[in-house]
Protein backbone atom coordinates (compact mmCIF):
# COMPACT_ATOMS: atom_id res chain seq x y z
CA UNK A 1 0.00 0.00 0.00
CA UNK A 2 1.27 3.49 -0.65
CA UNK A 3 0.26 6.91 0.71
CA UNK A 4 1.04 10.78 0.21
CA UNK A 5 1.44 12.88 3.27
CA UNK A 6 2.12 16.69 1.69
CA UNK A 7 3.07 19.17 4.83
CA UNK A 8 1.29 22.54 4.26
CA UNK A 9 -2.10 22.79 2.67
CA UNK A 10 -1.25 26.43 1.95
CA UNK A 11 2.19 27.96 1.52
CA UNK A 12 3.25 31.33 1.16
CA UNK A 13 6.45 33.32 -0.08
CA UNK A 14 7.71 35.99 -1.95
CA UNK A 15 7.93 36.90 -5.51
CA UNK A 16 12.49 35.46 -5.65
CA UNK A 17 11.96 33.75 -2.80
CA UNK A 18 13.06 30.06 -2.43
CA UNK A 19 10.03 27.72 -2.83
CA UNK A 20 9.90 24.61 -1.11
CA UNK A 21 6.93 22.41 -0.90
CA UNK A 22 6.91 18.78 1.59
CA UNK A 23 6.44 15.53 0.20
CA UNK A 24 6.62 12.27 2.16
CA UNK A 25 5.33 8.99 1.55
CA UNK A 26 4.90 5.52 2.49
CA UNK A 27 5.35 2.61 0.26
CA UNK A 28 6.15 -0.94 0.96
CA UNK A 29 7.71 -1.62 -2.66
CA UNK A 30 10.36 0.78 -4.31
CA UNK A 31 8.57 3.86 -4.99
CA UNK A 32 7.89 6.00 -8.29
CA UNK A 33 6.87 9.64 -7.30
CA UNK A 34 6.08 12.48 -9.54
CA UNK A 35 5.03 16.50 -9.07
CA UNK A 36 2.16 17.71 -10.84
CA UNK A 37 0.85 21.20 -10.67
CA UNK A 38 -2.68 22.48 -11.21
CA UNK A 39 -3.44 25.81 -12.04
CA UNK A 40 -7.20 27.16 -11.32
CA UNK A 41 -10.09 25.21 -13.26
CA UNK A 42 -7.48 23.18 -15.30
CA UNK A 43 -5.97 19.84 -15.07
CA UNK A 44 -3.12 18.44 -13.85
CA UNK A 45 0.54 19.04 -15.70
CA UNK A 46 3.33 16.98 -14.91
CA UNK A 47 6.85 18.92 -13.39
CA UNK A 48 9.05 16.15 -12.40
CA UNK A 49 8.89 12.28 -11.92
CA UNK A 50 11.53 9.94 -10.15
CA UNK A 51 11.92 6.96 -11.53
CA UNK A 52 14.87 5.28 -9.39
CA UNK A 53 17.31 6.94 -11.78
CA UNK A 54 19.47 9.99 -10.36
CA UNK A 55 18.14 10.90 -7.21
CA UNK A 56 17.93 14.71 -7.70
CA UNK A 57 15.44 15.00 -10.25
CA UNK A 58 15.00 18.48 -12.81
CA UNK A 59 12.16 19.35 -13.82
CA UNK A 60 10.18 21.97 -16.13
CA UNK A 61 10.22 25.98 -14.93
CA UNK A 62 13.26 25.43 -12.73
CA UNK A 63 11.58 23.11 -10.62
CA UNK A 64 13.67 20.43 -9.25
CA UNK A 65 12.90 17.36 -6.22
CA UNK A 66 15.46 15.17 -4.35
CA UNK A 67 14.41 11.62 -3.49
CA UNK A 68 15.44 10.63 -0.06
CA UNK A 69 14.93 7.59 0.97
CA UNK A 70 16.05 7.17 4.43
CA UNK A 71 13.84 10.40 5.11
CA UNK A 72 10.85 9.04 3.00
CA UNK A 73 10.77 12.24 1.43
CA UNK A 74 9.85 13.96 -2.38
CA UNK A 75 10.69 17.42 -1.37
CA UNK A 76 9.76 20.08 -4.45
CA UNK A 77 11.91 23.54 -5.05
CA UNK A 78 12.51 26.12 -6.85
CA UNK A 79 15.12 28.63 -6.53
CA UNK A 80 13.37 32.25 -7.15
CA UNK A 81 9.41 32.06 -6.98
CA UNK A 82 7.95 33.54 -10.04
CA UNK A 83 4.36 35.07 -9.73
CA UNK A 84 3.19 32.74 -12.53
CA UNK A 85 4.17 30.00 -9.85
CA UNK A 86 1.00 30.39 -7.97
CA UNK A 87 -0.94 27.15 -8.24
CA UNK A 88 -1.61 24.11 -6.71
CA UNK A 89 0.86 21.15 -6.61
CA UNK A 90 0.21 18.01 -6.17
CA UNK A 91 2.86 15.16 -5.00
CA UNK A 92 1.45 11.34 -5.97
CA UNK A 93 3.08 8.07 -5.64
CA UNK A 94 3.28 4.48 -7.35
CA UNK A 95 4.98 1.66 -6.28
CA UNK A 96 6.65 -0.78 -8.28
CA UNK A 97 4.37 -3.31 -9.83
CA UNK A 98 1.38 -1.60 -8.69
CA UNK A 99 -1.01 0.26 -11.19
CA UNK A 100 -2.55 3.10 -9.67
CA UNK A 101 -1.35 6.50 -8.46
CA UNK A 102 -2.28 7.81 -5.56
CA UNK A 103 -2.19 11.84 -4.84
CA UNK A 104 -1.37 13.70 -1.77
CA UNK A 105 -4.23 16.22 -0.74
CA UNK A 106 -2.20 19.11 -2.73
CA UNK A 107 -0.68 22.46 -1.30
CA UNK A 108 -1.80 25.87 -2.75
CA UNK A 109 1.29 27.84 -3.64
CA UNK A 110 0.70 31.78 -3.59
CA UNK A 111 3.34 34.02 -4.68
CA UNK A 112 3.35 37.60 -3.15
CA UNK A 113 4.59 40.67 -5.14
CA UNK B 1 -2.07 18.48 -31.24
CA UNK B 2 -1.69 15.21 -29.34
CA UNK B 3 -4.04 15.30 -25.65
CA UNK B 4 -7.01 14.78 -23.95
CA UNK B 5 -10.91 16.32 -24.22
CA UNK B 6 -13.21 16.58 -21.75
CA UNK B 7 -16.88 17.86 -22.56
CA UNK B 8 -18.60 19.59 -21.82
CA UNK B 9 -16.22 21.97 -19.21
CA UNK B 10 -19.29 22.96 -17.10
CA UNK B 11 -22.17 20.81 -16.36
CA UNK B 12 -25.51 21.12 -14.50
CA UNK B 13 -27.68 18.27 -13.57
CA UNK B 14 -31.05 18.11 -11.70
CA UNK B 15 -31.09 15.49 -8.56
CA UNK B 16 -31.62 11.97 -9.23
CA UNK B 17 -31.20 12.39 -13.45
CA UNK B 18 -28.15 10.17 -14.88
CA UNK B 19 -25.23 12.41 -16.73
CA UNK B 20 -22.21 11.22 -19.10
CA UNK B 21 -19.30 13.04 -19.17
CA UNK B 22 -17.04 12.66 -22.32
CA UNK B 23 -13.06 11.69 -21.86
CA UNK B 24 -11.59 11.55 -25.50
CA UNK B 25 -7.61 10.79 -26.35
CA UNK B 26 -5.63 11.14 -29.12
CA UNK B 27 -2.38 9.86 -28.02
CA UNK B 28 -2.46 6.15 -28.70
CA UNK B 29 -2.83 5.47 -25.01
CA UNK B 30 -3.68 2.26 -23.85
CA UNK B 31 -4.54 3.27 -20.57
CA UNK B 32 -7.53 5.25 -19.37
CA UNK B 33 -8.40 6.98 -16.01
CA UNK B 34 -11.34 8.74 -14.25
CA UNK B 35 -10.25 10.91 -11.04
CA UNK B 36 -12.76 12.91 -8.97
CA UNK B 37 -11.00 16.21 -7.27
CA UNK B 38 -13.18 17.85 -4.19
CA UNK B 39 -11.25 20.71 -2.06
CA UNK B 40 -9.26 19.79 -0.01
CA UNK B 41 -8.88 15.91 -0.88
CA UNK B 42 -6.64 15.83 -3.52
CA UNK B 43 -7.25 13.03 -6.76
CA UNK B 44 -9.75 9.72 -6.08
CA UNK B 45 -9.78 7.47 -8.64
CA UNK B 46 -13.26 6.43 -9.51
CA UNK B 47 -12.47 3.64 -12.60
CA UNK B 48 -9.40 2.91 -14.54
CA UNK B 49 -9.21 1.20 -17.71
CA UNK B 50 -6.07 -0.61 -19.17
CA UNK B 51 -7.15 -2.14 -22.46
CA UNK B 52 -10.43 -1.69 -24.90
CA UNK B 53 -13.52 -3.66 -22.98
CA UNK B 54 -11.92 -4.07 -19.70
CA UNK B 55 -11.93 -1.74 -17.01
CA UNK B 56 -11.74 -2.15 -13.24
CA UNK B 57 -12.68 -0.05 -10.02
CA UNK B 58 -10.71 2.29 -8.04
CA UNK B 59 -11.15 3.90 -4.39
CA UNK B 60 -14.73 5.16 -5.18
CA UNK B 61 -16.66 3.38 -8.37
CA UNK B 62 -20.01 3.75 -5.76
CA UNK B 63 -22.94 5.33 -7.91
CA UNK B 64 -20.27 5.90 -11.38
CA UNK B 65 -20.09 3.66 -14.28
CA UNK B 66 -17.95 3.58 -17.65
CA UNK B 67 -17.19 1.56 -21.22
CA UNK B 68 -14.41 1.11 -23.33
CA UNK B 69 -15.91 0.37 -26.37
CA UNK B 70 -13.05 2.26 -28.19
CA UNK B 71 -9.38 2.60 -27.75
CA UNK B 72 -9.60 6.76 -27.80
CA UNK B 73 -12.74 6.83 -25.45
CA UNK B 74 -13.47 6.43 -21.85
CA UNK B 75 -16.87 7.89 -21.22
CA UNK B 76 -17.98 8.48 -17.00
CA UNK B 77 -21.79 8.21 -16.48
CA UNK B 78 -22.56 9.63 -12.68
CA UNK B 79 -26.04 7.79 -12.03
CA UNK B 80 -28.63 8.64 -9.31
CA UNK B 81 -27.12 6.52 -6.99
CA UNK B 82 -23.75 8.48 -6.30
CA UNK B 83 -25.18 10.86 -3.08
CA UNK B 84 -22.72 13.58 -3.34
CA UNK B 85 -21.80 13.98 -7.35
CA UNK B 86 -21.05 18.04 -7.20
CA UNK B 87 -17.30 17.65 -8.15
CA UNK B 88 -14.63 18.12 -10.74
CA UNK B 89 -13.74 15.31 -12.39
CA UNK B 90 -11.07 14.74 -14.64
CA UNK B 91 -10.04 12.13 -17.05
CA UNK B 92 -6.14 11.12 -17.78
CA UNK B 93 -4.62 8.36 -20.02
CA UNK B 94 -0.93 6.49 -19.87
CA UNK B 95 1.02 4.64 -22.28
CA UNK B 96 1.02 1.60 -20.90
CA UNK B 97 0.56 -0.25 -17.70
CA UNK B 98 3.66 0.41 -16.19
CA UNK B 99 4.27 1.87 -12.69
CA UNK B 100 6.82 4.49 -14.42
CA UNK B 101 4.05 5.59 -17.21
CA UNK B 102 3.27 9.63 -16.76
CA UNK B 103 -0.35 10.19 -16.71
CA UNK B 104 -1.57 13.11 -18.74
CA UNK B 105 -4.62 14.87 -17.94
CA UNK B 106 -7.52 16.48 -19.83
CA UNK B 107 -9.14 20.17 -18.50
CA UNK B 108 -11.41 18.60 -16.66
CA UNK B 109 -15.57 19.03 -16.07
CA UNK B 110 -17.11 20.75 -13.27
CA UNK B 111 -20.25 18.92 -12.74
CA UNK B 112 -22.65 20.63 -10.38
CA UNK B 113 -25.97 19.27 -9.03
CA UNK B 114 -29.00 21.44 -8.76
Known amino acids: ?113 | DGGITQSPKYLFRKEGQNVTLSCEQNLNHDAMYWYRQDPGQGLRLIYYSQIVNDFQKGDIAEGYSVSREKKESFPLTVTSAQKNPTAFYLCASSMGQSSTDTQYFGPGTRLTVL
Open chain 1, 1 to 113: AQSVTQLGSHVSVSEGALVLLRCNYSSSVPPYLFWYVQYPNQGLQLLLKYTSAATLVKGINDFEAEFKKSETSFHLTKPSAHMSDAAEYFCAVNGQGAQKLVFGQGTRLTINP
